[in-house]
């Protein structure tokens, strides 16, 4: 099984973008996403390449629940 953490957008040139979660950031390839995604976006990541963008609020709520799931398990999102 796959957990899909959503990403934000943080810079992006042509098909390649930087990605931050949890202050962790990463360069992705963007071209396997059927629509274009811009700065300030949620994509999910596998294997190097955003497969979905992901509606904003979807993507905080979705944080959200990370960083409960973090909690529950000792640890603060703040710092993860």
Do not use: W
Not at 28 to 33: A, D
Not at 55 to 60: I, N, Q, S, W, Y
């Amino acid at each position: 099984m796959c957990v899909a953490i959503p990403s934000r957008i943080i810079s992006k040139e042509d098909l390649l973008a930087t990605v931050e979660v949890y202050g962790a950031r990463r360069q992705v390839n963007l071209m396997l996403l059927p629509e274009e995604a811009e700065i300030g976006d949620y994509v999910l990541v596998h294997a190097g390449f955003a497969i979905q963008k992901v509606d904003v609020e979807a993507g905080r709520e979705s944080l959200k629940l990370f960083d409960e799931v973090l909690r529950t398990m000792g640890v603060d999102p703040d710092s993860a």
